[in-house]
C-alpha cells in the first residue's frame, strides 16, 4: 500500500480544523479568527500533534497576506492613497516611533541590555496586518475613520520594516556564525549604493509595469476568454512581485500593494477582486490556524506569571500610547477606541525580526523565546479585545450620546433640512437664507452649536440619522435634505 503523501494529509487536517471550528466560533458571536486560531492550539504539537511542521505551512501561508495586501491596494486609488498621506506619515510614523520608545524604556526599566531593549520597542511596534485587516473587514469597519487610520498606520509599519532591517545590524556585537549567509540576499554582496539603486530600481519597475506593462497584458489574456487563464496570470503577477521583493530584501506585501494602488484605475480591477479573494481567504485561514498552532505552551508553563504580566503590560502600554494619539489627530472617544483596541498586539512579520536579531547576536535566545510568546498570546487575545470594544465598549458610547436629549426644534414650514453646520454647511446656510428659503440646521456637535448660538446663529443639537429627530424638523414636508458631514459611513447610514 502506497504511503499518504504527507502535504496531502496536512491539507486535510487543517481544512478539516477550519471547517469544524470557525463555524462553532461564530455561532458563540467570537468570528472567525478566534476560530481559526483555536483549531491550530488543538491540531498543533501541543493539543492533538495531528501537524509538526508548522514553520513550513506558516511560511507557505504568509502568501495569503501578500494577496490581501494586493486586494487592499486594488480598492486605493492613488488620489486616494494622497489623501491618507498626513495619517500615514504622521500617525503612522509617530506610532512607530512612540510605541518602540515606550516599550524600550520598560524594557531597560525590567533590568535587560539597552540593545534587547530597543530592538524589542521596534519588533513590538508593528501591529498584525493580517489579524487586523481581516477582523475590520468582518465587521464592515474598514472605510470609518478609526479604520482608515488603522490602515495608514499597518501600511507605514510595512514600510518601516525596510529602515529596520538596514539599521538593526549596527547594534549587534557578535555575529552568531553563518548568520550572514543565512540573512543574506542576491544583493548583499553589493556595496550599499549599490542595494539602493537596486531597490529604487525594483520599486520603478512594478509602478512602470503596472501603469505601462499590465493593461496590454491583461487585454490579451482576457482576449482568450478563459477565466483560468484569467486567475493564473494575475497569480504570476503577485508571484512575480513576491520574488522581486524578496530579492532586493524587501516586504513583499509592500511591493505587491504598492502593484495593486497602481492597477486600482484599470477596468480589470473588479474582475481581479472576485478571482483573487477566494485564494486569499484560504491562505490567510491557513496562516491563522498555523500561528495557534505554532503557540509555544512549554515556554508558557515554565514561567506563566511572567509571560502573563509580560503580555499585559506590553498590550496596555501600546493602547496607552495609540489611545494619545488617535486623541491628538482628532479622532472622537469611540474611534480612538476602536484604533487603539485594533492595533494592540503584536504583527506576524515579529517573527522574521526575532529570527533575524537572534541570528546578528543582538538577543539572546531565551529573550528570544519569550519575546516569541508574547507577540503568539498577543495575537490570540487581539480579536478578543476588538470583540470586547465591539460588545461592550462601543454600545456605551452610543448609550452615553443617546442620554443627552436632542434639542426641541420650534421651526416649523422648513423647506430645506441642513445636517452639520461645519464651514461647508454654514455656507450653505447664508446662501438659501439670504434667497428668503427657510431652513432647519441641525448639527451632532455639542461645543459647535453652543459656540455659534453665541454669535447668534440658530441652529439645534442632534443625531439627523435619528428618523424622530427628522421627522420632528420637518422632514415630512421639507423639499431638500442637505448632508454636510465628513463622516462617510454616517452619509451612507442617513441616506
Not at 33 to 51: D, E, H, K, Q, S
Not at 296 to 301: G, P, T
Request: glycine share 10%.
Amino acid at each position: 500500500m502506497h504511503d499518504i503523501p504527507n502535504w496531502l494529509s496536512n491539507s486535510f487536517i487543517y481544512l478539516s480544523a477550519a471547517v469544524l471550528a470557525v463555524p462553532l466560533s461564530k455561532a458563540l458571536g467570537l468570528g472567525s479568527i478566534i476560530g481559526y486560531l483555536a483549531a491550530g492550539m488543538a491540531i498543533g504539537p501541543w493539543g492533538l500533534r495531528l501537524v509538526t511542521n508548522v514553520e513550513d505551512i506558516l511560511h507557505f501561508a504568509e502568501f495569503g497576506v501578500v494577496l490581501m495586501l494586493f486586494l487592499v491596494g486594488l480598492e486605493l486609488q492613488p488620489s486616494k492613497l494622497w489623501e491618507l498621506r498626513k495619517s500615514i506619515l504622521g500617525l503612522g510614523g509617530l506610532q512607530v516611533l512612540l510605541v518602540s520608545g515606550a516599550v524600550a524604556a520598560a524594557g531597560i526599566a525590567l533590568g535587560y541590555d539597552w540593545r534587547t531593549a530597543l530592538v524589542s520597542g521596534f519588533i513590538l511596534a508593528m501591529s498584525s496586518t493580517a489579524l487586523v485587516l481581516q477582523s475590520m473587514q468582518e465587521r464592515g469597519l474598514i472605510r470609518t475613520t478609526a479604520g482608515r487610520n488603522v490602515f495608514s498606520v499597518l501600511l507605514f509599519q510595512d514600510i518601516a520594516i525596510i529602515p529596520m532591517l538596514a539599521l538593526l545590524p549596527l547594534l549587534a556585537i557578535a555575529p552568531a556564525p553563518g548568520a550572514e549567509i543565512e540573512n543574506a540576499t542576491p544583493i548583499s554582496h553589493l556595496p550599499a549604493w549599490g542595494q539602493a539603486i537596486a531597490v529604487f530600481g525594483a520599486v520603478a519597475a512594478i509602478v512602470l509595469a503596472g501603469r505601462y506593462l499590465m493593461r496590454p497584458l491583461f487585454r490579451l489574456v482576457a482576449g482568450a476568454e478563459s477565466r483560468e487563464i484569467f486567475v493564473a496570470f494575475a497569480l504570476v503577477i503577485v508571484v512575480g512581485i513576491t520574488l522581486l521583493m524578496q530579492t532586493v530584501g524587501l516586504s513583499a506585501a509592500l511591493g505587491t500593494f504598492l502593484a495593486g494602488v497602481v492597477l486600482a484605475e484599470s477596468e480589470y480591477r473588479h474582475e481581479l477582486e472576485m478571482d483573487l479573494d477566494p485564494f486569499k481567504g484560504l491562505l490567510l485561514a491557513v496562516f491563522f490556524i498555523a500561528v495557534g498552532a505554532g503557540i509555544d505552551f512549554a515556554l508558557i508553563a515554565a514561567a506563566p506569571l511572567k509571560i502573563i504580566a509580560y503580555v499585559s503590560l506590553f498590550i496596555a502600554i501600546k493602547f496607552a500610547v495609540q489611545y494619545a494619539l488617535a486623541r491628538l489627530f482628532g479622532m472622537c472617544r469611540p474611534d480612538a477606541f476602536r484604533f487603539s483596541f485594533a492595533l494592540a498586539q503584536g504583527g506576524e512579520f515579529a517573527f522574521v525580526l526575532i529570527s533575524f536579531v537572534t541570528g546578528l547576536g543582538i538577543m539572546a535566545n531565551e529573550d528570544a523565546s519569550a519575546l516569541i510568546a508574547i507577540v503568539a498570546i498577543s495575537l490570540a487575545i487581539a480579536p478578543l479585545l476588538m470583540i470586547a470594544d465591539d460588545k461592550l465598549l462601543q454600545p456605551l458610547f452610543i448609550r452615553g450620546e443617546n442620554n443627552q436629549a436632542a434639542d426641541v426644534i420650534d421651526e416649523t414650514g422648513a423647506k430645506v433640512i441642513i445636517a452639520g453646520y461645519g464651514r461647508f454647511g454654514m455656507t450653505v446656510g447664508r446662501f438659501l437664507q439670504a434667497n428668503g428659503v427657510k431652513t432647519v440646521v441641525l448639527d451632532h456637535d455639542a461645543e459647535q452649536v453652543e459656540g455659534l448660538r453665541k454669535f447668534g446663529f440658530k441652529l439645534f443639537y442632534g443625531d439627523a440619522s435619528r428618523p424622530d429627530l427628522m421627522e420632528a424638523a420637518g422632514a415630512r414636508d421639507a423639499q431638500a435634505l442637505v448632508i454636510c458631514i465628513k463622516d462617510h459611513e454616517k452619509v451612507d447610514q442617513m441616506i
